[in-house]
């Protein structure tokens, strides 16, 4: 997870990419080394992320929305002590889309 921190950013960038495939691998990836880092080390990784996976909760594949609806989840258990306020803002502004995804078509998605 160490070797990999460097490339975080760039694959960050990778999320705003039109392949949705790309996407759901970058998304992957988060999950994987977040899981595997300190926790201080993941909560400022989460801090910088949940701003990028703001416009992935309304992506038109339910696949993509499902799977950052997870990673979203666990960098909000990443957070420690020291970012939770900060955290707390950015938990606010996706309230209102995870709201709507409660009566998804997908059944997987609404839950």
């Not at 921190?5 to 990778?14: H, K, M, S, Y």
């Not at 977040?34 to 990028?52: D, F, N, P």
């Not at 990673?71 to 002590?81: E, G, H, I, T």
Request: proline content about 3%.
């Amino acid at each position: 997870a160490r070797k990999i921190q460097v490339l975080l950013p760039d694959i960050a960038e990778t999320l705003q990419d039109a392949n949705k495939d790309i996407r759901m691998k970058a998304l992957l990836v988060f999950r994987n080394v977040v899981g595997h880092m300190k926790r201080k080390a993941a909560s400022c990784i989460a801090l910088q992320l949940s701003e990028k996976l703001l416009p992935l909760f309304d992506d038109e594949c339910s696949q993509l929305r499902e799977l950052t609806i997870h990673l979203f989840k666990d960098l909000m258990k990443a957070v420690v002590c020291c970012h939770k306020k900060r955290m707390k803002n950015k938990v606010w502004r996706v309230l209102v889309p995870l709201f709507f995804h409660m009566s998804d078509q997908t059944q997987s998605v609404a839950k």
